[in-house]
């Protein structure tokens, strides 16, 4: 429900009360970043990454929902869930540390052990991230090394942040990070964040590699409940391939050094750093889906008009998360029975015939199906639509008032290339 | 249950009490079949055939989930429900008849129409069923025009049962048929079969196109009954793509020509009439699997010790429908993460080191990851077992004893090749 209203009323806020800056994870007052190539599997590029506030952190996560956690995860929700408080972050791109037992655990220990000793924090105020291949043991001296040599390189410029955002990519072709400025109590308020695909990604309740920083001053339990309320309409509402990883964490530090009034109540104050996060989170999180593994476009599907937000979603997302609707996106083919097909077996009953279908790029919308039935619409009119590297689907299902997007991209042989032998 | 039953006592009850034979669809006393090359939408190759039983038929079906049901599925629906009789089928391939409003419905009526004169039947003798393109209209005067062709062609021969169906495949590379004949009461009873996939396959309580022909004399209550529980073990435990389609249609017609006992109670007779249907949809599901839209190989995923046979085929069908496993199975590339991962997500709770896990190809079986981490197996021995056309992936879930097997395949450039551009 917040998040319709924050949707509908997003194009307002975010121009005139939320300022997009540059500086990603370093947007904030107090927070540094920095890379390193500890050459731990990729060679010729980074593959560390450290964040770290100069003060003490309120924290929120949330984590992946499967049975098989990585060890970075266990130790994260550990901190999140019993702590709420933390200063810094390692993560590591090229292995996953996932299956890999108590072993695993050793090695995560060590790592913010590590981090910490050089920090001169307690080890349980580090968090630690890992992503890549499942099942390999992490080289636990490098991860150590790494972690003090991180920490001789932290700097709060942009460029720092960036060259993080950088170091934790796998797949990705590119890097991922936004920040926003806004006023609570008439004070700046900073938040700046990134996140990682690119394989791997149906999040569920949860997310992938993603690292919020914010300068405001919040209660741990605000803090939580800002994120979770906003996870499910963005970083949940996105799918490349249907595999939710084992290591999927969605992490939020704030410092307070933005000096506004505390939010510990929720209000106005709590609802604007709300839409902050969400900005954040929703940017990531399209960027995450654009940017997926082979892909060529951003498949975006709205759909109107649904009973229910939870029907609304499930809709949505299965439009975007159908093969064969990605593969027609892919070859630019107007096969649209595909999409309906989606919506019809999701398990969200509706009326077939009631159901409108447009296919939408820029400002050229076309109504493909209506009243059970195909429309009679160009075919070269809605290929050069389906041309385009953002394409919407819009679904209105003409039973109520609600509404969801998800965010998705197309199957194409460089999906099937990457994912045939990673790990080479 | 019974499946496991069935399952485990296979391979000694269709040895030695069963006996595959020739003649598909035909191979039952009284069946004709028929094909025709109507033009409809492929070139060059037949694309119509019609099965035909001397006398009429006790019936039994199961259709998809979707929402968007085709105009064939419709008709069908209507005819096992609230008749419970028929006599022919008439199938055409190239366009779906699905979500082609009031339309579609009259050309399905039309062409059921156009059998049953020639035939001398009721319109309602005749079942239908349409697979291809969603959202485009058949021409209906060369449905007629078939439907009249079909009906001089029939003939009670191997060759026949062979062509039908050869005619109802769409992007399939082969046909797929099978024939069984035991005994029931000191009678010799015929059972045979044809499907065809190989897209958009990801059945739900229902099948794609499946017609099996027997001349056991059955109740039409208990041939429900044993097509119902047949098919949660066979056709719905098979996935090429996760997409349930709209035309999923499994039927099975009865002449009681073989003038067995009739088989009116549950019984030795029903279980080995039942047995019969296991093995007929068994090998059809396995052949739909095997020859998914540019499959290189089948992938079994076996789960033993699970607690309960509903957590069993969620888990086994969670690993086969993981984008992420079918591309590495492509690359004969060991990334058993993979596997893990999606049972990790399959939603059912279990314990991640209890858990073993073995590939598996012929004799020669692997065992990868036990106790929480990976073994210290030989990657050029995983990658010998990954290259064959038959991988199994064996999960040991040390919970309980239920079991389940799901059938699936690689993902391939070819899948995306396929269906970037499948209406042209």
């Known amino acids: 429900m ?13 121009e005139e009360i939320m300022k997009e800056i540059k500086g990603g994870v370093c947007a904030a007052e107090g927070f540094q970043a920095a890379s390193y190539a500890a050459g731990i ?36 929700r550990d901190i999140v869930y019993n702590r709420g408080r933390a200063q810094a972050v390692v993560v590591n791109s090229g292995i996953a540390n996932a299956c890999t037992g108590e072993e695993g655990m050793e090695c995560a220990r060590r790592t913010a052990h590590a981090a910490a000793k050089v920090l001169g924090l307690e080890t349980e105020d580090v968090f630690l991230g890992s992503t890549g291949v499942i099942g390999m043991q992490l080289p636990v001296e490098k991860l150590e090394a790494g972690a003090r040599a991180l920490a001789e390189r932290l700097r709060g410029d942009a460029e720092a942040a960036n060259e993080a955002a950088r170091a934790i990519m796998t797949t990705d072709t590119h890097e991922k990070e936004i920040a926003y400025e806004f006023e609570i109590g008439g004070v700046t308020v900073h938040i700046g964040g990134m996140s990682k695909g690119s394989g791997m990604i149906h999040p569920n309740m949860c997310t992938m590699l993603g690292y919020i920083m ?33 290591n999927d964490t ?10 506004n009034p ?39 599907c709205i759909v109107r008009g649904a009973d229910t937000k939870e029907n609304a979603r499930i809709l949505a997302k299965s439009v975007i998360c159908s093969s064969l609707t990605k593969a027609a996106m892919y070859g630019c083919d107007a096969n649209w029975g595909r999409e309906l097909c989606a919506l019809g077996y999701s398990g969200v009953t509706f009326d077939p015939n009631k159901v409108d279908m447009y296919f939408k790029a820029g400002d050229h919308e076309l109504l493909i199906f209506t009243g059970g039935m195909g429309t009679g ?19 209105d299902m003409h039973m109520g008032e609600a509404g969801a997007v998800a965010y998705g991209c197309d199957l194409t042989y460089d999906y099937v290339k990457i994912n045939a032998d990673y790990r080479s």
Chains 1, 2 share one sequence.
């Open 214 to 246: 914010t300068d405001a001053a919040i209660s741990q339990e605000l803090l939580q409940k800002a994120l979770s309320d906003v996870v499910v309409d963005t970083f949940n509402m996105i799918s490349v391939d249907g595999d939710t990883s084992t």
């Open 377 to 395: 619409y160009s075919e070269d009119e809605a290929a050069e639509i389906l041309s385009n590297d953002h394409v919407e689907v819009i679904a």
């Open 2 to 14: 917040i998040a319709s209203a924050i949707a509908n009323a997003n194009k307002n806020v975010s």
């Open 41 to 76: 599997k990729y060679q010729g590029r980074t593959d560390m990454a450290m964040l770290y506030s100069e003060r003490p952190c309120t924290v929120a996560g949330t984590f992946t929902t499967n049975i098989f956690k990585a060890a970075p995860v266990v130790w994260d």
């Open 262 to 300: 505390v939010i510990d109540k929720e209000g106005a104050d709590y609802d604007l750093f709300r839409d902050a996060v969400y900005e954040v989170c929703l940017h990531l999180a399209k960027e995450m889906a654009a940017d997926g593994e082979g892909a060529t476009k951003l498949v975006e």
């Open 250 to 259: 969605l992490l939020i530090m704030a410092n307070g050094m933005a000096g």
